[in-house]
């Protein structure tokens, strides 16, 4: 069976329409031109691309904490078939995030890459809301930022969810103390991640064979049944022209065998998320 008609979820793309849905005045990062992605577009290219489900992930550009209008316009017309990420302030309280999950809503993004450290430092009683919920906390760091922050998550008791592999500092290689602080949340046996993004932290270009150690390290230390696929769709601020239908085959080749590869692509997330 080819990787193009596998069962498939896209556990990592974003949706930016501001004619539906108008930026936030302050946002920092504005996506236009090519970046610009409408629902209508996603549900166009998960089609063309045998995509059976996919999990949105609000984004902080163009709109922002507690702006979700996009997500969740995207998650209720999607009758089942996408869930989303939020981006939610430290104050959202327990019947807020229950109403978002209501509407399809699988978890609440942790973007400590985009906000920093410190913006998260105190997010515990956040996490604990989201815990009792059963929602998961998405996290995205970059090379050592999960140092100080990996024992309020590993206490949390929430099921974790990391971004682009931890997004990790390749030169530094993968005994880094920052790197192997992505991979001790795996000992959680809370916590998956998502092999992708590797144009936010390679030097080089697809294939980005630099990433392949770390991607083996990731392996070992979560298992293959807590390894997750997304597309990062519509690549956002790329920095070399991007086609999902590499990225695929990209996958294939990472993952050879079928039946590993129906983990990665499907049943890990589904687990995770609730698809049926």
Not at 60 to 81: I, K, Q, V
Not at 144 to 152: E, G, H, I, R, V
Request: negative net charge; aromatic residues 10%; contains cysteine.
């Amino acid at each position: 069976m080819s990787v193009f008609s596998e069962r498939k979820i896209d556990c990592h793309n974003h949706i930016f329409d501001p004619e539906a849905f108008p930026y936030q005045s302050d946002a920092s990062y504005r996506p236009d031109g090519q970046e610009k992605a409408s629902f209508d577009l996603f549900s166009q290219m998960m089609d063309a691309y045998g995509i059976s489900n996919a999990l949105i992930v609000g984004p902080n550009s163009g709109y922002g904490e507690d702006d979700n209008r996009a997500l969740l316009d995207a998650t209720n017309r999607s009758n089942g078939r996408c869930k989303g990420m939020a981006v939610v302030s430290q104050d959202t309280s327990l019947e807020q995030l229950q109403a978002l999950n209501e509407q399809g809503i699988a978890g609440i993004t942790f973007n400590i890459a985009f906000y920093g450290v410190e913006h998260f430092a105190r997010s515990a009683p956040l996490l604990d809301r989201i815990a009792q919920l059963g929602m998961i906390a998405q996290l995205q760091v970059e090379d050592d930022q999960l140092l100080p922050l990996a024992s309020m998550f590993i206490d949390s008791g929430a099921r974790l969810l990391v971004d682009h592999c931890g997004r990790p500092n390749l030169s530094a290689g993968i005994d880094s103390s920052g790197f192997q602080s992505v991979l001790s949340l795996a000992d959680t046996g809370r916590a998956w991640i998502k092999v992708s993004g590797f144009d936010k932290f390679s030097s080089t270009s697809l294939p980005w064979d630099d990433t392949r150690a770390h991607v083996t390290a990731i392996e070992q230390s979560y298992g293959e049944d807590r390894l997750i696929w997304g597309s990062d769709w519509p690549f956002l601020r790329a920095r070399q022209r991007m086609d999902l239908g590499s990225l695929l085959t990209l996958a294939e080749s990472q993952f050879p065998e079928a039946g590993k590869r129906e983990k990665f692509f499907w049943r890990n997330a589904a687990e995770l998320i609730g698809f049926d």
